[in-house]
């Protein structure tokens, strides 16, 4: 079954700074890739999602590549703020669609003042 | 608020009873999806039902089940607990079982202590 590793587990940066989170996945068949978000004590929260059809997408701060060849997206956060600070999960899944999702591990991001 | 209902909040029992989690969907919903969430841990996929019958099954012990009923709720049953089974369930919920453009909308989950 697919695989996903996901680095750093824990990424520290100052307000301000750029984050980046990547992910890298084992089944090549794997064509839909959701980031989430998880503040603590609450249920985890799509922020943004990318298909293989596509490269790079960008909603405001936020910004997720894809790798196809080396089967690696990252998610990349500018201008971080202090309410950025949660645990980030990727996940992949070979459906195109929420069903079959697997999950990285999580990455807790901090953003200090 | 995302729509998704979870109860009981919190659980806690002891080594060897059997539990059940009780998940609404988002209204319209059709499909659930269980995963549990270990300390420290990702989200582990267990189960997903559309409209009534299962969709796609992750790793989920033969000691758990789960169901999907006619008005779309959907109940998970722990059996045999063990320790290890301590964990937050989260219920997640979306528009179909395979349509582009329906992502995964989670309930608040149900924490799982097994003593």
């Known amino acids: 079954g697919e695989n996903v590793e996901q680095h750093p587990s824990t990424l520290s940066v100052q307000e301000g700074d750029s984050a980046v989170i990547k992910c890298t996945y084992s089944?090549?068949?794997?064509?839909?890739f959701p980031w989430y978000k998880q503040e603590l004590g609450k249920r985890p929260q799509l922020i943004i999602d990318i298909r293989s059809n596509v490269g790079e997408k960008k909603d405001q701060r936020i910004a997720v590549t894809l790798n196809k060849t080396a089967k690696h997206f990252s998610l990349h956060i500018t201008e971080t703020q202090p309410e950025d600070s949660a645990v980030y999960f990727c996940a992949a899944s070979p459906t195109g669609t929420a069903s079959k999702l697997t999950f990285g591990t999580g990455t807790r991001l901090q953003v200090t003042l | 608020d995302s729509g998704v209902t979870q109860t009981p909040k919190h659980l806690i029992t002891a080594t060897g009873q059997r539990v059940t989690l009780r998940c609404s969907p988002r209204?319209?919903?059709?499909?659930v999806y269980w995963y549990q969430q270990s300390l420290d841990q990702g989200l582990q996929f267990l189960i997903q039902y559309y409209n009534g019958e299962e969709r796609a099954k992750g790793n989920i012990l033969e000691r758990f089940s789960a169901q999907q009923f006619p008005d779309l709720h959907s109940e998970l049953n722990l059996s045999s607990l063990e320790l290890g089974d301590s964990a937050l369930y989260f219920c997640?919920?979306?528009?179909?079982?395979?349509?582009?453009?329906?992502?995964?909308?989670f309930g608040n989950g149900t924490r799982l202590t097994v003593t």
């Open positions: 209204s319209g919903d059709l499909s």
């Open positions: 997640a919920s979306s528009a179909y079982g395979s349509s582009y453009n329906s992502p995964l909308h």
């Open positions: 089944d090549s068949a794997s064509n839909y």
